[in-house]
């Protein structure tokens, strides 16, 4: 680029020598200086074309928009009415799905759910979701038991421990009744199909003292259990829905 600039420099310093000095009537000089000498000089020193300033906007946002992660254009803060989202459980050798339903997202969450052979509805209210350190894995899901204000979390955390845990890396919590304590090992990209196309959202990777792994979507407004894993049982999400099922037993 600097030899490229020394030569158009150069240029321009000539044609400016050039126009200083008289020519003499009938040279060759003076028969060119006639005849556009000044438009010549004009285009070997004019300076070079910028690039428009509204293509450069252009550009820079097509720039933004091709980094912007796929889980920024997903609606996964909320779930609406309707929205389903289906796991894999496996124990042993056997697997089979389990499936909830959302009836009402906030600021209660009310949902149905059902297993290979049971189902059941639980309703969490809002100061459980924002507040409680209590989570269940379990418990809440016996056979045909419709939960109408349930004291346990399940399936999410509350706001209360994702803030402790991206504060301070840490939440004591109580799970099934027993003292544990959540530490977050790191935060990941998690492979999600989602209303049927694939994507990538940032999730948090969670370990308790027992020595279970638990996988979160990292959203404070729907902090929903990805996978869970310990030495007998795995339930991994397969795929999830954000509207327009129909509710079978909630009306």
């Known amino acids: 680029m600097n030899e490229t600039w020394r030569r ?3 240029l321009c310093v000539s044609c400016e ?4 000095r008289p020519a003499r009537p009938g040279s060759a000089r003076f028969q060119r200086a006639t005849s556009g000498r000044q438009n010549s000089t004009q285009d070997a020193c004019a300076p070079r074309e910028e690039m428009p300033l509204p293509t450069i906007v252009l550009l820079l946002l097509i720039l933004v928009f091709q980094g912007s992660a796929p889980f920024a254009e ?3 803060a909320r779930l609406d009415s309707g929205a389903t989202i289906v796991w ?3 124990a042993g050798d056997k697997t089979s799905e389990f499936i909830i ?3 009402q997202y906030s600021p209660e969450r009310h949902f149905e759910w059902e297993s290979r052979a049971q189902q059941g509805t639980i309703r969490i209210p809002s100061h459980v979701l924002r507040d409680s350190k209590r989570i269940t894995f379990a418990r809440l899901f016996d056979n045909g038991v419709d939960i109408e204000s349930a004291d346990f979390l399940t399936l999410w955390l509350s706001r209360k421990i ?3 845990l991206k504060n301070s890396r840490r939440s004591r919590i109580t799970m099934d009744s027993l ?3 959540f530490v977050l090992l790191e935060t990941i990209e998690y492979p999600l199909v989602v209303d049927k196309q694939t994507i990538t959202a940032p999730a948090v990777k969670l370990k308790d003292e027992r020595g279970a792994t ?3 979507l990292d959203s404070p407004e729907n902090p929903i259990m990805l996978e869970y894993k310990n030495k007998y049982f795995l339930q991994k999400i397969r795929y999830m829905t954000t509207r327009g099922n129909i509710l079978r037993w909630i009306h």
């Not at 020598?17 to 200083?20: P, V």
């Open 8 to 10: 158009d420099r150069s």
């Open 17 to 20: 020598e050039n126009a200083s």
């Open 74 to 76: 997903t609606p996964l």
């Open 88 to 90: 894999d459980t496996t």
């Open 101 to 103: 339903r959302i009836a």
């Open 162 to 164: 994702y803030d402790e």
């Open 179 to 181: 003292k544990d304590e």
């Open 214 to 216: 638990w996988i979160f």
